[in-house]
Each structure stands twice: as structure tokens, then as C-alpha cells.
């Protein structure tokens, strides 16, 4: 816990700290997220591949980690950014401390620094290209020269594909479902689940396809490039458009194969990612925002019942309320800054929403839209 970092900011900020995870040089563009828990859930959300996260809650690190609370595979993000790491981690779940954690999947992080400060730059000016060195790298007499020369050098997610990055390689079944205390994840194999479920794994959380399937949805999860041909073949009685990180627009291989299911009365349901691509295949645009939505604590209104949500929210994108083509409607938006969180098809049974309603981490207020999903389902039935 004596390694030096340095945090640098395209805009010329640099942060001195201490490097609490891996040693080395990573960079990406830094956000902030507010949530006050969770900080394993966020980190292993394929959504921040390419971003450096800033915790904006001053201690993180208090339970440590384990095997359980992941949404991936392995971390996501490319570096954490924290004000205090507790020298004990205590939790009776806990498995690892989080240093160690970082440190196993080869993630920097930085902590000791004034995160008010970042946080503010970032709500002031948007989110910043920066760059983190940690160890050795961070030591030498060149090391804040350097580090402003990394995060100058990230060009930035605006254009940049990153569905096809972290998406499955090939399709698979999926069966897990929700955790409960003392008996972990449940297994739905066995159960009766009558609706076929095919999952778009743009950097699908795991959390959103265990909901699904304690739902009742036999799911099958395909990569980001598989056709629509590939998927209607396997007649699903729905199709889910999961979230993912980067800008959605380069992403017209996913976009094609909407537009395909727009033509057939399959119901679909997008979220985060899979939203905005629902959009832009119905003719909507998007627009990359300023620093984005990221965190636990985010109100939403539902337009038609008009009751407000306390919303899990991690986008830099969003669908451009005002290019709404006369196909779509507006049914949620967000009461922080009034961008558009969720749509629907007037001609089609297809709807999708902007945050993250399996709420992992955060409240679920917005879980209902499961239900709904699987009653359009049987509705068509």
C-alpha cells in the first residue's frame, strides 16, 4: 500500500495517490458513479470496458469481494478511482480483499486522492480521456509526463465499436437464476419455462439474463454479430437486446438485424445499449453525452402512469428524444435532465429501457418490465 500512481486528465489534471490494484499503465475515459454500494457489480459490468470508474462514495473496498457478486467474467473496467481503502476488509462473504482483487485481474486502481474534486471536473466539463500509472511507472522523473501523454493519446469512445469486443464468441444456454442468501444462485433447468428467449450479448450483465430466466425464459445467449436469419431459425418467442458499452451507432451489423425483427410480431425488449439500438433501427438518432448517467440513484418518471423510479443508471449515450420518428414514443424520461430512458413501437410489439432495471447494483423499482416482457409473450401466444 506504499506504490505511487498518478492519475492524468487530458485537460492537463493530474492526481497523485497510491496504486492499490495491479502495476503498469491504463487508459480510458473517466466517469463518475455515484452508487454507495455495489463497487463489484460496477466493475465487472462489461458497460465500463474502456472506462476508468470514479467512486464518488469516499470508502470503498469495506466487504471485499467474492465469487458471487460478478455480472462478467472478469473486470470490465479498464481502472477504479477512489478517495480511502479500508485497511480491513469485513463482511462474512468476504473472499478476497479488493487490492487483491485488482491486482489478480491485472486492473490498476488509485486511491488516496480528492475524488470532490475529480468529480466535479468531470460534472463540469464532461467526461475526460485520462490515464492511470501505477509502481514503477509512476516513480520516475517522466512518469506525469507520460501519464498526460496516455490520456491525451485514448481517442475517446465516441466511434468506437465495443459490442463485438466483449460479446460471447459463440452461442450458449443459459439457466441461472437469482441469489438468495444461503442458497446462492438457483438453477432454473429443472424448472418449467415455457417462453424461448434468444439474448443478444452485447455485454449482457448477468444479473438481467437470471432475472429472465426466474421468469420463466429458456435462454439462448448469441453474439453481437448474429444475424437475424441465425435467430429466427431458432424461433424464440422473444428477443432480448442486452446493454454493452461504447457508441451504438458503429454497431449496424446489430442495427440490420433489428430492423429485421421489426418486421415480424416477435416481441423484443432492449436495455441500455440494446435501448438505444432499438432507436437508431427505428429511425430515431443518438447523441453522446456530456458525463453521462452513471450510478444508483437516479429518478425516472414513467410518462403514462406518471410515477417516479428510483433508477440504476451507466450510459454515455442516449437516444435523441427529439429525432423520435412517428413509429416510437416516449414512455419514461429522466427527471435529473430530462433525456429520454425509455420507448416503445406504436406498430410493434418492441419497447426498451435506458437504465438498468435488474438493479445490480441498486433499487428495482424498474423490474416490472420483465413482467411485461414475458405477458407480451404469452399474449402472442
Not at 478511482?81 to 485481474?105: G, H, K, W
Not at 496516455?150 to 452461442?171: I, N, Q, T, Y
Not at 437475424?228 to 437486446?241: C, H, K, S, Y
Amino acid at each position: 500500500m506504499n506504490k505511487p500512481a498518478i492519475l492524468a486528465l487530458e485537460d492537463g489534471s493530474v492526481f497523485y495517490g497510491t496504486a492499490i490494484g495491479a502495476d503498469g499503465q491504463t487508459s480510458g475515459e473517466v466517469v463518475f458513479n455515484t452508487a454507495m454500494t455495489g463497487y463489484q457489480e460496477i466493475l465487472t459490468d462489461p458497460s465500463y470496458s474502456r472506462q476508468i470508474v470514479t467512486l464518488t462514495y469516499p470508502h470503498i473496498g469495506n466487504t471485499g469481494v467474492n465469487h458471487e457478486d460478478v455480472e462478467s467474467a472478469s473486470i470490465a473496467a479498464a481502472g477504479l478511482v477512489i478517495r480511502d481503502l479500508p485497511m480491513l476488509a469485513s463482511s462474512f462473504r468476504c473472499e478476497q480483499t479488493l487490492s487483491e482483487y485488482l491486482a489478480d485481474n491485472n486492473v490498476l486502481g488509485i486511491a488516496d486522492i480528492d475524488t470532490r474534486r475529480l468529480t466535479r471536473l468531470l460534472r463540469d466539463k464532461g467526461a475526460l480521456n485520462g490515464a492511470i500509472l501505477a509502481g514503477e511507472m509512476a516513480a520516475g522523473e517522466d512518469a506525469t509526463a507520460s501519464a498526460l501523454e496516455a490520456a491525451r493519446a485514448f481517442p475517446g469512445l465516441k466511434g468506437m465499436d465495443l459490442a463485438r469486443v466483449v460479446s460471447c464468441s459463440a452461442a450458449h444456454d443459459w439457466s441461472q437464476g437469482e441469489w438468495a442468501l444461503g442458497k446462492g444462485y438457483a438453477d432454473t433447468a429443472r424448472d418449467e419455462r415455457p417462453y424461448h428467449v434468444v439474448a443478444y450479448d452485447f455485454g449482457a450483465k448477468h444479473n438481467i439474463l437470471r432475472m429472465l430466466a426466474s421468469r420463466g425464459c429458456r435462454l439462448t445467449v448469441v453474439p453481437a454479430e448474429t444475424s437475424a436469419r441465425e435467430v429466427l431459425d431458432m424461433q424464440p418467442d422473444g428477443i432480448f437486446l442486452s446493454n454493452g458499452p461504447g457508441d451504438p451507432e458503429p454497431c449496424d451489423y446489430a442495427i440490420r438485424a433489428i430492423q429485421e425483427f421489426l418486421e415480424t410480431d416477435i416481441p423484443v425488449f432492449g436495455i441500455c445499449l440494446g435501448h438505444q439500438l432499438l432507436a437508431l433501427a427505428s429511425g430515431a438518432r443518438t447523441v453522446k453525452m456530456g458525463h453521462g448517467h452513471h450510478g444508483a440513484n437516479h429518478p425516472v418518471q414513467d410518462l403514462d402512469s406518471g410515477q417516479v423510479m428510483i433508477t440504476s443508471q451507466n450510459h454515455g449515450f442516449a437516444a435523441d428524444e427529439a429525432t423520435l420518428p412517428a413509429t416510437l414514443r416516449a414512455t419514461h424520461r429522466s427527471l435529473f435532465d430530462g433525456t429520454l430512458q425509455g420507448i416503445e413501437r406504436t406498430d410493434r410489439p418492441a419497447f426498451s429501457f435506458q437504465g438498468h432495471p435488474e438493479a445490480s447494483p441498486g433499487p428495482r423499482d424498474v423490474s416490472p418490465l420483465f413482467d411485461r416482457f414475458v405477458s407480451m409473450m404469452k399474449e402472442r401466444r
